[in-house]
Structure formats: structure tokens, C-alpha cells
């Protein structure tokens, strides 16, 4: 087993940090090994970002995502990027609300989630990440929900633990229903 995730979207939505979850997930709390690399441009917030995480049972010898098995979109302008590079019959999650522009010919499995919608419903928008992190769980059955939230719960300031674990709580049940309706 070895997939390969990318994750983009702009500094400051927490891009690099769903990425380093994914990745302990799969390797810190479960029995996969990961790497997880990062990509973003000079500014803190408003610019480029992106975060690429291999899973797999075997040795990683390469740690870059070329072409993704799945691919978590939370921006028009990483979709617009990204998008021709996800993998015929992959899997997309896409932030619905900030990414209006899709392609309707795309061969691939789509997933919208209004993460930054349901985020600001539980108070603050930071954690959108989070929310899509709950939604590709339900989706993909990739890793365990309980490393997730482990892995959550180590990479996350303290203070934002619990709006956190509903962030992917509501993602999770975000995802669930899409599975209901497909």
C-alpha cells in the first residue's frame, strides 16, 4: 500500500499543519510509515501553500508527491494548480465555498466540503483544516478516526484541543452523509 496526498491551499488555513497530522497518524499512532514535506511562499498568511504526505506499508525512497492519489483543496487558485495532477479516479476534497470554479469533466471521486463554512459555525475559522481532516476520514477509510484525533490532539495548541476534536467531529459526519447520498 502506498498513497500519495497533497494538500493546498494558502498560508494561515493550517495547510502544513493537516499535513504533519496526517502523517503522525499514520506512522507516531499507527503502523505506516510516512514522510510529510511542505511548500509555501515567502508571506506568513494570504500566499501559496502546500503540504504533500506519502503513506505506506513499505520504504518511502522518494518523499514527493507527483501525482496524488488524493488531493485536499482549500483555495480556487491550489485547485487551478493542483487539480490536472491528481490521478485518473483519485479522490478530491474541496472546500466548496472557496473554490466556486470546478471543472465538470474531471474523472475523479468529488468530495465538497464547506470546511471553512462549518469551521466558522463552531466559532472560528482556523479550524477548517481540521474539519476537512474529519471529512477525508470518512471518505477515504485511509486511518483509524482515533490516530487521527491523537494526532490532533499532539499538533494543536493545548487551549484549542476540544475545538479541535469538534472540528473533525463535524467533518467526519460531513463525510459520512456524503457517503449516504452517493
Do not use: W
Not at 28 to 41: F, I, M, Q, R
Request: glycine content about 8%; some cysteine; hydrophobic content about 40%.
Amino acid at each position: 500500500m502506498r498513497v500519495e496526498i497533497r494538500v493546498g491551499g494558502f498560508g494561515g488555513q493550517g495547510i502544513v499543519r493537516t499535513g504533519l497530522i496526517l502523517a503522525a497518524a499514520a506512522c507516531v499512532y499507527g503502523d505506516k510509515n510516512a514522510v510529510d514535506t511542505a511548500s509555501y511562499g515567502p508571506e506568513s498568511r494570504g500566499g501559496k501553500c502546500r503540504s504533500e504526505v506519502i503513506i505506506s506499508d513499505g520504504e518511502i525512497d522518494f518523499p514527493k508527491v507527483e501525482n496524488p492519489d488524493i488531493l485536499i483543496i482549500m483555495s480556487q487558485e491550489a485547485y487551478l494548480e493542483y487539480v490536472n495532477d491528481l490521478k485518473e479516479n483519485g479522490i478530491l476534497l474541496v472546500d466548496s465555498d472557496l473554490v466556486p470554479n470546478q471543472k465538470k469533466d474531471l474523472k475523479a471521486k468529488v468530495y465538497e466540503i464547506p470546511a471553512t463554512r462549518i469551521a466558522e459555525e463552531l466559532g472560528n475559522k482556523i479550524v477548517a483544516n481540521v474539519v476537512m481532516i474529519g471529512a477525508f476520514a470518512a471518505v477515504t477509510h485511509l486511518m483509524d478516526v482515533n490516530h487521527l484525533k491523537e494526532a490532533i490532539k499532539s499538533n494543536v495548541p493545548k487551549a484549542t484541543i476540544d475545538l479541535n476534536l469538534k472540528a473533525f467531529e463535524r467533518g467526519y459526519e460531513y463525510g459520512k452523509s456524503l457517503l449516504k447520498e452517493n
